[in-house]
Structure formats: structure tokens, C-alpha cells
């Protein structure tokens, strides 16, 4: 899918990144002054948590994301259907998903088979790492949710969202710096692994 994406297609790269926390500091954050660095306190309180379901564009970097509460398969159609009217009407949505039961729940399932233009691929079993919104995913927590202070789930919603529009603003691809050939000598070396860890 990665390499050689279906013509007249779109790819995602879809997950759900789930509780993530609106973590607020006990204490004021001190500035960086001369001669300090900024500080914070190690402790905070938690005000909440939203799941971000999230499919990421793997030819352009563009994403589209919606926030639930919870990420049942209830949250999960939803989030499909949001996918089928963000997308162009005339091109197949090829999913790339990993193999959590809500993806394959029989409701789900009954609901795609309704909609043939989308097409769902799991990734293999214990390699999740292979899906691309894994990258986006850290990138969104490195650079506005880990040092970010929030007093309310709206709050933390607000700052994601405001992350993805800047991002979409100028989108850019995630590229692989490993070759196709190393990736899949580790996809072979995980298999055999669980099938030995299995036949024992």
C-alpha cells in the first residue's frame, strides 16, 4: 500500500490513540529567564481523557481526526462514516488498520460490506509499528500534548485540533528512512518468533 498505492485510491493510515489525558500542573510552569531554565512541577492532575481517531493520508500527510469518549466499534463506524464523507466520492479509501477487535467486530464488518469502495488491510500481527499514523500520533504528542497544561478535555481537544490544522495547512508525507527489504526481514524474524513462542 506504502510502496505502490492503487491508482484512482486514496491510503490512510488509520488508528485510534486512545486516553489520552488533559493533564494540568499543580503549580504554575516558571519561564526561561537568564541563567534557569524553564521548569515544572512533577506532578499534575488529570481533568479527563478523549480518544483521538485519526486516518492519515499516506501519499499527501494530510489527516482527518474526530475525538469520542470512549473507542468501542460504536466510535470506530462512526469514525469511518466521517471518513466516507471527508473523502472524495469517485475514489476507493483503501484503511490501513491494525488488528484490534473493534476494526474486525461483525457490525463493522456488515457496514463495510455495504460500503465496497472501502477497502480495509490490516497490518501483521504484532507489527502495529507498521502503521503510519503511529508516527503522526507521537509527532502530535511530542509537540503539543507533552508539555502542554490543560485544565479541561475541551481544552485538550482545542490544542489537537488546532495541531492538525496547522499541520494540514502545509501537509508533508512521512517518509521511511528504512528500505522495504529491512522492514520486511523484521516483519519475517516477529513471525517466527510468535510461532515459537506459540508452539511451546
Known sequence: MYLNPPE???????????????????????????GRCGTM????????????????NTLEGSAIGTYMPRHRHQEWLSFLRLVDTQTP???????????????????VTRW????????V?????????????????????SNKIRR?????????????????QHHNADPKPFIWHTNAADILRKITRARRALAKNTSV
Request: proline share 6%.
Open 8 to 34: 484512482h485510491a486514496i491510503v490512510f493510515a488509520a488508528d485510534e490513540k486512545s486516553q489520552i489525558q488533559a493533564h494540568d500542573r499543580t503549580q504554575p510552569d516558571l519561564p526561561l529567564t537568564q
Open 121 to 141: 488491510h490490516f497490518t501483521p500481527a504484532s507489527a502495529s509499528w507498521l502503521n503510519m499514523v503511529e508516527r503522526f500520533f507521537r509527532d502530535i504528542t
Open 41 to 56: 512541577t512533577h506532578n499534575d492532575k488529570c481533568n479527563g481523557t478523549t480518544t483521538l481517531l485519526a486516518a492519515l
Open 89 to 107: 466520492p469517485d475514489k476507493d479509501i483503501h484503511l490501513i488498520v491494525d488488528n484490534y477487535a473493534t476494526h474486525k467486530h461483525p457490525t
Open 112 to 119: 463495510l460490506a455495504r460500503h465496497p469502495r472501502l477497502h
Open 148 to 164: 502542554g497544561a490543560f485544565a479541561s478535555v475541551p481544552e485538550l481537544i482545542a490544542a489537537i485540533q488546532e495541531y492538525i
